[in-house]
């Protein structure tokens, strides 16, 4: 298993919510923002935590906080901003908009990586999500060349590097919950009171 000392951990939390109305970091669950249910996290398991946002709000947190380098360009702007300011090797990225992301995937995650693939990404009832995956440092150059080239979709840049696809178990599913709309916020506070 890593070593947490290896690992750094690159939250995104930039980006418009539009389809949120307002900023998902800060939506409240259980008595605490999106944001820090992730942080509290990621620092199960990495030494090193990066926020990545343009939101000075977010400074309260006491994490490191680093706007994007090159702003507007969704989560690969994110990542790429994360992947050049980490000096670890390996980097978790994740999105604050998973708030209930659990440390068992991330272990599943780690778990996974080799010595053959330069990205390691879980994949829940077969959809790929390249924002819970982690990242070798040296994955950079192919995310820097596809925004070069404009190629802003996460998918696609994933299919060009050498990316192993790790399989969770039906088990995850609150764990990999992404949340985007009020609809998805309403059900998901349900979900929690009765489980
Ligand atoms: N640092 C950074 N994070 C981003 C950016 N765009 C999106 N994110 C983050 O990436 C994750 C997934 O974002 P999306 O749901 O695809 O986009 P969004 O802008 O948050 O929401 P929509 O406007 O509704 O698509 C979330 O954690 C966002 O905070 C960006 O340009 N920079």
Redesign the pocket.
Same mark, same amino acid.
């Given at each position: 298993m890593l070593n947490p000392s290896n690992l750094t951990g690159i939250?995104?939390? =930039?980006?418009? #919510? $539009?389809?949120?109305g307002k900023d998902?970091?800060f939506l409240i669950l259980e008595d605490k923002p999106f944001i820090s249910h992730i942080v509290e996290t990621v620092k199960q398991c990495a030494e090193n935590v990066l926020i990545? #946002?343009?939101n000075q709000k977010l400074d309260s947190l006491g994490v490191t906080r680093h706007a !994007?380098l090159i702003?507007?360009?969704?989560?690969i =702007?994110?990542i790429y $901003?994360g992947l050049t300011l980490s000096s670890a090797e390996f980097n978790l990225v994740v999105?604050? !908009? $998973?708030p209930f992301l659990s440390k068992e995937t991330i272990d599943v995650l780690i778990d996974g990586i080799d010595d053959g693939h330069d990205g390691f990404i879980v994949q829940y009832e077969d959809v790929p999500m390249p924002?819970i995956g982690i990242y070798r440092k040296s994955s950079i150059a192919c995310f820097k060349e596809a925004i070069d080239e404009g190629k802003l979709g996460l998918q696609k840049l994933l299919a060009t590097m050498q990316t192993k696809i790790i399989v969770l178990p039906k088990s995850h599913s609150k764990s990999v919950w992404?949340i985007?709309t009020l609809e998805d916020f309403k059900t998901i506070k349900k979900l929690k009171k009765e489980t």
């Open positions: 939250i995104l939390a =930039g980006g418009k #919510s $539009t389809r949120m998902k970091a990545i #946002s343009n !994007d702003p507007n360009l969704g989560p =702007g994110g $901003t999105a604050c !908009d $998973t924002l992404n985007n």
